[in-house]
T-cell receptor
Framework: DGGITQSPKYLFRKEGQNVTLSCEQNLNHDAMYWYRQDPGQGLRLIYYSQIVNDFQKGDIAEGYSVSREKKESFPLTVTSAQKNPTAFYLC?????????????????FGAGSRLTVL | AQKVTQAQTEISVVEKEDVTLDCVYE???????LFWYKQPPSGELVFLIRRNSFDEQNEISGRYSWNFQKSTSSFNFTITASQVVDSAVYFC????????????FGTGTSLTVIP
């Protein structure tokens, strides 16, 4: 079955450490996204990528980095510069084949990764 | 300014009651899309419906129905005869064609259906 796989599901990190969250999709989707979810704040966009080797910052990109070397993969690194990294992180993808209709895309989400900084 | 407002933070209903989740949006675009997603306790958001700005027809899917009113910038979601499995956080979202791949999510409404 096609879908998005995020790993790990739970992750604990010490302050000052970088950590990388994995996101893999086999839906042949062009666009991929990373969102952060905090209680009472909904979903906030961290980074998104429309094509391989290209990505754009979202609303809260500071302290995060991404790469898009393959269409299927969009890993997110939470760096030590992120002051409050404890959160639930969601990866998503969408088809985005027609740039003129990007607003019509439906997002498909992974099951999320919960990061806790100790 | 918040583009999507879900004023109801938490709602509790008794099983079999009807419940309406409110969503108010803000946009200057004439072409946009509205969505509802369900997030069960497992965490994965599940797509429920997409509506474009030119289609104001209400939609019904089983026990779910959606009321889109451009005049009040609202896209409300009603669950009829609620069930315990409906317990989840529900998100309303807006996507504007001109901002390319930007989805604006509301803060979500946590629905608890009590057996």
């Amino acid at each position: 079955d096609g879908g998005i796989t995020q790993s790990p599901k739970y992750l604990f990190r010490k302050e000052g450490q970088n950590v990388t969250l994995s996101c893999e999709q086999n839906l042949n989707h062009d666009a991929m996204y990373w969102y952060r979810q905090d209680p009472g704040q909904g979903l906030r966009l961290i980074y998104y990528s429309q094509i391989v080797n290209d990505f754009q910052k979202g609303d809260i990109a500071e302290g995060y980095s991404v790469s898009r070397e393959k269409k299927e993969s969009f890993p997110l690194t939470v760096t030590s510069a992120q002051k409050n990294p404890t959160a639930f992180y969601l990866c998503a993808s969408s088809i985005d084949r027609d740039r003129g209709l990007t607003g019509a895309n439906v997002l498909t989400f992974g099951a999320g990764s919960r990061l806790t900084v100790l | 300014a918040q583009k999507v407002t879900q004023a109801q933070t938490e709602i509790s209903v008794v099983e079999k009651e009807d419940v309406t989740l409110d969503c108010v949006y803000e946009t200057r675009d004439t072409t946009y899309y509205l969505f509802w997603y369900k997030q069960p306790p497992s965490g994965e958001l599940v797509f429920l419906i997409r509506r474009n700005s030119f289609d104001e027809q209400n939609e019904i899917s089983g026990r779910y129905s959606w009321n889109f009113q451009k005049s009040t910038s609202s896209f409300n979601f009603t669950i009829t005869a609620s069930q315990v499995v409906d317990s989840a956080v529900y998100f309303c979202a807006l996507s504007e064609v001109n901002t390319g791949n930007q989805f604006y999510f509301g803060t979500g409404t946590s629905l608890t259906v009590i057996p």
